[in-house]
């Protein structure tokens, strides 16, 4: 499928990593962002700029999408010059962005009366596993869609699972995401703990990195918990977001309480920050 043209939507954080592990493994990739000056270094690399979301779908035959959240999906799909625009049919549309799973029902269903197709395919893993093609992908949507693009996924991610149908990649992201929010605040609440009793950070994360519980978070995060650098890796905005979206899914749990109180809190004043920076909200 090497020769597949690509449009690549959602030159972000995550977005500008996965894009540049396809241009590496060859594929021709047209890019498409709200803010031009983000398509720079892709186009130092190679690759086609298209000036709207219309213009690539006529350009590609399969479209990957990685923006913030449903409202930048609408824009992109039923914006003036959105996806929806104009007519076209037999494309592939992945959206691998962490958005609600009834946009993904909603999006898949307009798709199909195009006579296109709608993949959602969010993604587990941060900037380090987008650079390292290490990602892992869950993905919903008609079987035989997704065979035909697996190649490409497996060129971004470790692993490229479907769990059923159309927004059940969505659903296991958020229950994936519900779990990240639960770790970095019990992470966030031993530092504190620790820290409050003469414990150093760095000392705990040598501890915890070397014990039954280190993990690949606690490793790819210590350095900056222990230099306090909460630079946004993954945005603590998104992770909010994710348990509003979690929330709105029904998430009722003890514990998924109190990580939707935390990070809403939290957004207020470090949503720009990265997901580490729940530490400083915990201490209060
Ligand atoms: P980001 O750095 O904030 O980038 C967001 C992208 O969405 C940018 O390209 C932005 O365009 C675009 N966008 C936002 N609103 C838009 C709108 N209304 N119309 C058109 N485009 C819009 O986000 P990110 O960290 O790459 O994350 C992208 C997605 O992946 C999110 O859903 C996030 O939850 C998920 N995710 C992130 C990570 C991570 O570690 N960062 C890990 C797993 C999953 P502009 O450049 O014009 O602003």
């Given at each position: ?141 008609n079987n035989q869609i997704f065979e035909k693009v697996k190649p490409i ?19 296991a992201k958020l229950a994936v995401n519900t779990l990240l929010a639960i ?102």
């Open positions: 499928m090497n020769n597949t043209k690509i449009g690549w939507i959602g030159l972000g954080k995550m977005g500008i990593p996965m894009s540049v592990q396809l241009i590496k493994a060859g594929f021709a990739v047209t890019v498409f962002n709200r803010s031009k000056e983000k398509e720079r270094e892709l186009k130092e690399m190679g690759s086609e700029i298209a000036s709207t979301p219309a213009e690539l779908i006529q350009q590609v035959e399969v479209i990957i999408i990685m923006v913030s959240d449903d409202i930048a999906i609408d824009a992109i799909f039923k914006g003036e010059n959105g996806l929806l625009s104009t007519s076209s049919s037999d494309k592939i549309i992945i959206n691998m962005s962490t958005v609600s799973p009834g946009i993904s029902r909603r999006m898949a269903d307009l798709c199909a009366k195009q006579g296109n197709s709608y993949l959602d395919a969010p993604v587990s893993g941060s900037v380090k596993q987008a650079e390292g093609g290490q990602l892992v992908i869950m993905a919903g949507g996924l497996d060129k971004m991610g470790k692993l490229a699972l479907r769990v059923g149908e159309s927004s059940a990649g969505n659903t770790h970095a605040q019990g992470l966030a609440e031993a530092i504190v703990f620790a820290n409050k009793n003469g414990i150093a950070t760095e000392d705990l994360m040598t501890i915890i990195n070397n014990s039954a519980l280190g993990n690949v978070f606690g490793k790819i995060k210590g350095e900056a918990i222990i230099k306090e650098n909460y630079q946004a890796a993954f945005a603590l905005k998104h992770i909010a977001k994710d348990l509003r979206l979690a929330k709105a899914e029904g998430l009722d749990t003890p514990l998924g309480d109190s990580v939707y109180q935390t990070f809403q809190k939290a957004e207020l004043a470090f949503g720009e920050e990265d997901i580490i920076s729940v530490i400083k909200q915990i201490k209060g």
